[in-house]
């Protein structure tokens, strides 16, 4: 029998490798636990001409293996921005990834003056049963973090750290939410841990940055979901009643730039390949072995989501 383990990492397809990994690394005080060079097999994988190559930094906080970032650098191909000149209701691919730190109002004055903006000042949400302090920021290649710090149920979190957080959170914006959450739950059999929803009852800023005109209008309906039923490694979805804006689906595939896939643990991966292709599960690459390090050889497949989101599973070798 299979078993969903976790969101092993999310995968950012970086312009400037260098930037990116001082910024998450010098900054935040995460660590680099590996540089690589994309194997062959990845790169056939991805559907990348032969000239192709990448190079590869894994990125951790502390050893939370779960969670972790990978920074792939395409050399020797065009590519597009994912999710180019983004506002948060845009559909398609990942549009952002959340990470924990100690004081919000902090990190918005600090980063700013590293090139990130934010899409409103710190603002106080309540989102389900949490309440918290939220910003989103975006910074290179046109991606978006948010950044938060639980205020209820309270949360401690490591000292001596700018960024004390793997990627615990991230978020798709999607068309509908009814048929996204049959496709995760239904098909794919992750678990659905709460749903809310947030609209506003007067004019007012927002994290969003939804002209206050309009805001009244607008309702963000949202479901959050696991692999494993825990709240270590999650992922929201989220659709905007009341607000139309781009479609990136098309976008968010190897090698285009941005926050470009989630890489996810399976206990036998092959059993589960064979239950999605029973449910009919439309398959990007069928089950086979490629090199992914520092894993080694590995049983993988992809597929996409209805909002084109691009989700890989492999098993580990133990």
């Known amino acids: 029998m299979y078993q969903l383990k976790t969101i092993l990492e999310v995968v950012y397809s970086v312009g400037d490798m260098e930037k990116v990994k001082s910024f998450f690394c010098d900054y935040g005080g995460l660590s680099v636990v590996g540089d690589y060079k994309s194997d062959r097999t990845v790169l056939d994988f991805w559907n990348l001409n032969t000239s192709v190559t990448a190079d590869e930094k894994l990125i951790r906080f502390e050893n939370h293996v779960a969670g972790s970032l990978r920074l792939v650098k395409y050399h020797h191909v065009e590519q597009k921005h994912i999710r180019s000149s983004q506002n948060p209701w845009d559909i398609g691919g990942i549009m952002d990834i959340n990470l924990r730190v100690p004081e919000v109002a902090q990190t918005f004055d600090e980063i700013r003056d590293l090139g990130w903006h934010g899409l409103s000042d710190p603002l106080l949400q309540k989102m389900g049963p949490f309440e918290l302090y939220d910003i989103l920021m975006k910074g290179y290649d046109d991606i978006i973090i948010a950044f938060t710090h639980r205020v209820q149920p309270p949360l401690e979190l490591p000292e001596g750290y700018k960024i004390p957080s793997h990627v615990y959170n ?67 979805a989220c659709e905007f009643e009341g607000v139309t804006g781009k479609n990136f689906s098309s976008l968010a595939i190897p090698p285009n730039r941005g926050l470009l896939m989630y890489r996810c643990e399976v206990e036998n991966v092959s059993e589960y390949y064979d239950a999605l292709v029973k449910k009919e599960v439309v398959i990007e690459q069928q089950l086979q072995e490629i090199t992914i390090e520092p894993y080694g050889k590995v049983n993988c497949f992809s597929l996409r989501s209805p909002d084109g989101v691009w989700w890989e599973f492999l098993e580990l070798n133990t």
């Open 170 to 236: 991230s978020s798709l914006t999607v068309k509908n939410l009814e048929e996204t959450q049959d496709f995760y739950v239904s098909k794919l059999g992750f678990s659905l841990l709460n749903e809310y929803e947030v609209k506003k009852d007067a004019p007012m800023e927002n994290m969003f940055n939804i002209p206050m005109n309009m805001i009244q209008d607008v309702t963000c309906k949202a479901n959050i979901f696991s692999l494993d039923g825990t709240r270590d490694v999650m992922f929201q």
